[in-house]
């Protein structure tokens, strides 16, 4: 099984996924897109490992323990982020703050509950990778907690716990940047009954779609974590403009042809060189 082709498969599955971030759909209409998607891909990992098998056991092993999970993971999340948004409250603030403590609190049981292989997934072990992660393995003999479907040839003992892990680690991800955006979105509140500066953007609002796109893409905002909808809604409320739908604006963006596609960008660039030229001359 070459890498290269797993890697491929990944990336067309990450793209398709990050589009669906963007395009800000529905629950509902996202697991219908996303579900269909992995399944096929993952079966066309699972057709090639099949079918050319591994040359040494390292090989299987780095498989089930390196790539398999990363493929399954984004199934298991797409199910909790489903289940996550189709029973949130429809409440106050606070409501909707409590709701996402406490599914918070389940992902850390989960690791806690699972602390043994959470232990061994977080620190790269390797002195069980031959019972973990070789289909041959004898099962028996590892101390599992929970019953797992396993997919004949193509499971072993421990690849699909590794890829709930990712998948709960992303979920905890979320959850906290949820949380952190209500108390941004509290101090912004208090804010806004003080005395301050009122800023409003005057300027084109798909110039500020430029802006956001490059904090975004260079991970300025969360430790990287922020998504573009997110963004752009922190410009909208700060700034009072209405930027609209991400997706839309990027593709208005991409479609420029008379001129960069990065205009604003560009200028801000010659703005600031012309600035420091005229202090250095």
Known sequence: MENQITEKWLREM??????????EVSPVERLRHSMPLI????????????????DTPEAEIYFFKRVKPRFYAH???EILFYNLLMQKPDG?????????????????????????????YKTTATELDDKYFLREANEGQIPLL???????NFSTAMDYRFAKYIAYERMRDYLLDQLANYHVSVKIQRAGQEKRPILKWTGDAINLVELAYGIWL??????GNAGIAEIMQ??????QVNIGRPFRRWQSIS???????VKYLDQMRAAVLKRLEEEYA
């Open 234 to 239: 922190w410009l909208e409320v700060n700034f």
């Open 146 to 152: 929970e019953a797992i479907e396993q997919t004949q």
């Open 14 to 23: 990450e793209t398709e996924l990050v589009l669906m971030d963007e395009l």
């Open 75 to 77: 199934q298991i999340y």
């Open 255 to 261: 479609s420029r042809k008379r001129v960069s596609q």
């Open 92 to 120: 106050t603030p606070e409501m909707v703050k409590a709701y996402y403590e406490e599914e918070l609190m389940q992902v850390f049981r989960v690791f806690r509950t699972e602390a043994f292989h959470y232990q061994y």
């Open 39 to 54: 399944t096929r891909i993952i079966a066309d990992v699972k057709k090639n490992v099949l079918a050319d098998g591994f």
């Open 218 to 223: 260079t991970g300025q905002v969360n430790h």
